[in-house]
């Protein structure tokens, strides 16, 4: 508990960096301004340091560039491998971890301890490793480094503590499982083939144990050699040599034939009678041709053999399909008796497995399922029904459905908007699954104690949004809405449609919504806003589409060839931009050379169209192209329920729209919101004379206060954030770059008239780090480059449509790093004050120092550290907020920070987070009731309503991408300044509720996640957490209340982390177990208790042929054992707590069972061999009875 008290006397801040008089803090027009009288703030900052911790909670979606699959057929769970190394483990939903290795290596394979809490994993730097499964986050507890070898396969008999290595060299090792050291026993390649042989029979492909003897090891080469191995004999039974190369082997269950899969589409079934020719060869894709040949087919890579009790066995295989038919999709084939099922899969097919209800090898199999992995889906099909239906997916694995462009995250929601959500969206869920249960059903998970109301919104490529219920650390989809059935579809061939074919001209770039009112608004690419009101009733319904010319004249824009020196900014009123509300003109309308002008990109629907119960669109706002160039996309957007107004800006200007009348209220260029009060003291230019390109880049000059103010911006000129920054009614909105080139593009800043508007989109999932993002073309300079990506040109004018800022012609450089350094490239653009609206708020503020009552008023940050305030008069009652117009008064206060605004929040006098006003929300299209008429009701939480004791006033959080402040107002004192960040800039950065407290928390692009104190800016935490390697990070990293944040780890993954040391403490209770205590099934045919590790212990003994004693130790040199960090303290730790106290009781339950089994069969022996004893001491009594002493 800290006690802050700051006497405000107009002489002191609280950082040295400025005093409350000094321009950056003080009055618009920079002069020292006397504070009002001086009052004490009494704020009692709760948050410590130790309230903070940095860790990862889960992650959602499907794995990315998966590699492998496996599954516990007793413990019913499956795992991932994919190509960064990560591991999903899965069981029953709620049940879902993901391990990481810290090498990066490529997962090769993975092979389950049955039914004992463990996994083996090899990956591509040839390590094994094993993980322990029973804590809530496994962990390694060894790893086996292979030095001189590399591996290609592995397998591990059931029951047993020896696991099987091949490698690339075609020798086969052998692992202890418990102490993960390599025995001395070795099938080398010269051995295993015959002497004669001159040539190598390749990497190894394949190992298996025979079902029928375990003792006989059987192992395929990829040139096609087959070999059984003898283990005690130490020689082959058999050897094979085939013309084709194998990919697979499969046993039939009794051991006495098998199956291979070959490079040539063939499946060869081998009868161990005669191992000569095969017993049967099929081409089950190859047709015979007219000529009499086979038609040549594709590899099968893979194949599984299993019978079943009641019909005819599963042959099922992937590949194999003839390849004269071009564009077939991978298919994954299924024979059951003379029935053959091809199944077309979306995707290439990475591997696949067939569940069966043993887990031993030599028993009839009964598979059941099948589950695919597929390189952007898991699918898993029912094989108990004859159309083969797929079960439906409880996971989240179509997150990437259509690439994620934008994130939003809100906790702590509305309680009841999660089930209303799920209602609405459970009537359009598809059907023809199957009726079975979801068959990986392992684990154990139960509701957390700490949960609450969570909801996660993406956006996407194709216009669709997403609303994921993210309540207790797991992930549903709820809703799903579709922005792209608001416009016509585009006729191909037909003028501006012509353009669009096969581009993304709906993609999301930022939302923003008000879970108290239900109102929802979406920023498109196309520079368009959708606005939707939520319903649960369906509707006929009329799209109002709004028009907004928010782009500069001809006459403002200014030549490259004069006067390159002197400062570039046009007058401020006489060209701003004009709102227009016709309907689209044709393309060719507006100028004489029949370039666009005054058309929207897209065209809205102008009929009434039926809607469905859910969001439903209600208005449409469209910038409109201004002489052949497209509208610049749309950077910052705010939208206030109470207010019922909606503002919006970009690197042009400014827009304030009544959403309830249908009205443009406000349109203004950046410039001219300043009036008199531009603190840059910009100067008029004369305008250009004429449009023509060119070739180059304009480096201008603005006077030396511009210099000296721009310095303090990051060098990337107005942040990488800014693109989808959004006020805090959507504090996690996130998008793609900014104007003019969005991750599509569309809006590029061009010249030419034949180059199409649109790009394909470019998704926050696959965004990298060179800038800019994916495109293949080059930049004629840093500068450009810089310019285009953070949607900042210079303020020309013309620069936001025409070639200055990067010509399009010349793009063949590009950038690839995040560099800070102040190179001479870099300077021309601090010289550079185009100015975008970064981040807008509504709020009840005071929008100037004499102001004696709070407001309704709109906050304005641009891209140059500026912040305006700017009041406004909404009337309060219902009929004449629907009739009178609203008035917008001029800009009242000017604020400056260095770098572009990112975030406002306000506090009262007492450091309580003040919310945004709101409506509640009404349904609209619900039945009359004439006794309760509709009318609108607000909450309004107005900064005086809780301050008696303080007066008047209220605190106001400024974050930009450098700094943050906190400013009293009505009286604009700067109280606290912090300097976030010297050497690097946030991309991210919000006003958060945590521990019924608020706190700052930024993410820079140094990696960097830290948290300030409010209002004192004192730093709570500050963690390297994230080396920022791509943009996609960048753009979806978005905070949210209760200590949460998110972003998409890769193009289908979302990770969730938690800066909370509260719920990194309760993590271990939300998380499931992996491992529940079952026990194994008992073999058929056999013996109540066998050996401990498979087999019959009297017939092959595992440990007497590859333990140390007989096979001796293997070579130092050959591999190299690492001891992991979650040993065996690692698992007493994480296996305490009830239910690993359970475990750990049920094994040595079992352990003392099989101990009391072996002890009644030693006594059965015992007894057996007494009555032999007693059987022969009887007869031998009998014979001896009637002789002599000296007979004998």
Known sequence: MKKFRKVLDGLTTSSPGGTVGSPSCGSAAGTPTAAPTPKEIDVQETLVSENFQLCKTVRHGFPYQPTALAFDPVQKILAVGSRTGGVRILGRPGVDCFCQHESGAAVLQLQFLINEGALVTACADDTLHLWNLRQRRPAILHSLKFNRERITFCHLPFQSKWLYVGTERGNTHIVNIESFILSGYVIMWNKAIELSTKTHPGPVVHLSDSPKDEGKLLIGFESGTIVQWDLRGKKADFRIYYDEAIHSVSWHHEGKQFMCSHSDGSLTLWNLRNTTKPFQVTFPHGKIQKDGRKESCKPILKVEYKTSRNSEPFVIFSGGLSYDKAGRRPTLTIMHGKAITVLEMDYPIVEFMALCETPYNNEVQEPYAVVVLLEKDLIVVDLTQSNFPVFENPYPMDIHESPVTCTAYFADCPPDIIPILYSIGAKHKKTGYSQKEWPIAGGTWTLGSHTYPEIIITGHADGSIKFWDASAITLQMLYKLKTS???????????????LVEEDPFAVQMVSWCPQSRIFCVVGISAHIILYRFSKYDANTQIVSLEVRLQCEQEDVISPSENENNPCFSEPSPHSPQPHHQHPASPSSGTPEGLKDSIPCLKVKDRVVRVPPGYQAELVIQLLWVDGEPPQQITSLDINSAYGLLAFGNCNGLAVVDYLQKTILLCLSTLDLY??????????????????????????????????????KSPTSDHVNGHCTSPTSQPCSAGKPRVPMGPEGPRLTRRGPGRPPFRKAQSAACMEISLPVSHTEGYASRRAMLQQFHGVTMYSHDEHHTTSPYCWSERESRENSFSRSRSSSVSSIDRDTKEAITTLQFGESYGRKSDALPTPCLWVGTSLGVVLLIPMSIPTDQEERMEEPVTIGPSGAVLMLKGSVLRFGFLDCMGALIQSPHEVWRDLNAPEDPDRPRRRKLVNFSPSSSQDACGEGHLAVVCSERQAKVFLMPSQSCLFVHNITESSFVLRADVVSVYNSVCLACFCANGHVMTLSLPSLRPLMDVNYLPLTDMRIARTFCFTNGGQALYLSSPTEIQRITYSQEMCDNLQEMLGELFTPIETPEAQNRGFLKGFFGGNAHTFDREELFGEAAAGKASRSLAQHIPGQGGMEGMKVAASGAVGELARARIALDERGQRLGELEERTALMMTSAETFSKHAHELMLKC????????
């Open 675 to 712: 009036g008199a009060a531009d603190p840059y003291q910009r100067l008029t230019r004369s305008p250009r004379r004429n449009r023509q390109s060119t070739s180059g880049l304009t480096e201008l000059s603005d006077n030396q206060q511009s210099v000296d103010m721009e310095r303090s």
């Open 485 to 499: 059935k608001v416009f016509e579809k585009p006729k191909p061939g037909e003028g501006r449609a012509a353009e």
């Open 1185 to 1192: 009875k009637d002789k002599k002493w000296y007979q004998f």
